[in-house]
């Protein structure tokens, strides 16, 4: 490798890494203001003056002031590894989709949609160590439930992007923007809807946050956490909106392809698209309240899955005829 090729590469992990560090606080200090505005909190409009502009520098210092504690009985190795399992594998996924045309993409992954959805299922491991690690009976029930939520989850997710990526004729993620056509939208839109809404379970997002549920077992694997640890999860929820608003435009809604041929805005169209996708998960905490752990299996095995299947032979079909 030539010493211009390994500067590109440099440059592109770097480019890589400070979307990682600044898009999730971006999205974290969004969720402050929207939720302040819809539920009329006034604490986050107010911190350091106008509109709240300091709220997560409070955030920060709130965090880093706490004392790290690791309890008696917990496995220490564990427990103090799991905030980095849950955490890394996303900035490994954002070194894999591509914002804009030609070589907007951290590492071109000739797999990529086999990547991406690999390593994401690996960021749900932390959350399983930690209720393992902690000694604590609400951190296991919440790892519990968490490992019940991912079995149930993955498969409609791994469903819904087959049917895309047969649409497009190849599991590259740069390919199957390539290859998007506008009229995709109106047949693939519940596979799109499917793929979105398995990602938000994956992420234990509300209304899908049965793992974490502080009315019933504290905050479930992260009961034990204080302090920066605590704050990585935080950081790994964040960075998975992300990631999954990221795939979800590359995937079902064109990624850099604007409308009426507007394609001019490349990678300025991907982060709109998954901005407004972002502010979605952020409308749907605050308006829907928590499944229970019955109505979550349900919703995925018997409504999920059927239409990811049901997708899948949309576009088989459609293949055939357009072919």
């Not at 793929?195 to 034990?224: C, H, K, N, W």
Request: with cysteine.
């Amino acid at each position: 490798m030539s010493s211009s090729d390994t500067l590109d590469v440099v440059l592109r992990l770097l480019a890589v890494f400070a979307v990682f560090l600044v898009l999730p606080l971006a999205i974290g200090q969004t969720e402050h203001k929207v939720m302040a505005h819809m539920q009329g909190r006034l604490g986050p409009m107010y911190a350091g003056g106008f509109h709240g502009w300091a709220q997560l520098v409070a955030d920060g210092v709130k965090f880093a002031q706490k004392e790290d504690i690791v309890p008696a009985g917990a496995d220490r190795r564990i427990f103090k590894l799991a905030p980095a399992v849950a955490l890394l594998p996303y900035l490994l996924v954002l070194v894999a989709i591509p914002v804009g045309p030609g070589n907007a993409v951290g590492q071109f992954v000739d797999a990529g949609i086999f990547f991406v959805l690999a390593v994401m299922g690996i960021g749900v491991l932390g959350s399983l160590m930690a209720g393992w690690a902690s000694a604590n009976k609400f951190s296991l029930l919440g790892g519990l439930r968490t490992a019940a939520q991912l079995m149930a989850y993955e498969l409609p997710m791994l469903l819904a992007a087959a049917s895309v990526a047969m649409a497009a004729g190849t599991v590259s993620l740069p390919g199957i923007v390539d290859a998007f056509h506008w009229w995709w939208v109106p047949w693939q839109i519940v596979g799109g809807v499917v793929f979105f809404t398995a990602g938000l379970a994956e992420l234990q997002r509300p209304p899908f946050d049965m793992p974490v549920a502080d009315s019933e077992i504290i905050f479930g694997a992260y009961t034990e956490y204080t302090g920066l640890r605590f704050a990585m999860f935080l950081l790994s929820e964040y960075a998975g909106i992300v990631v999954l608003c990221g795939l979800t435009t590359v995937l079902f809604l064109g990624g850099w392809h604007g409308p009426f041929g507007a394609d001019g805005l490349g990678w300025l169209w991907t982060l709109l698209k998954a901005a407004v996708l972002a502010f979605v998960i952020i409308w749907l905490r605050v308006t829907y309240p928590r499944l229970r752990e019955d109505q979550l299996q349900k919703l995925a095995w018997t409504v999920l899955i059927p239409l990811a299947l049901a997708q899948i032979a949309l576009t088989g079909v459609i293949k055939v005829v357009t072919q």
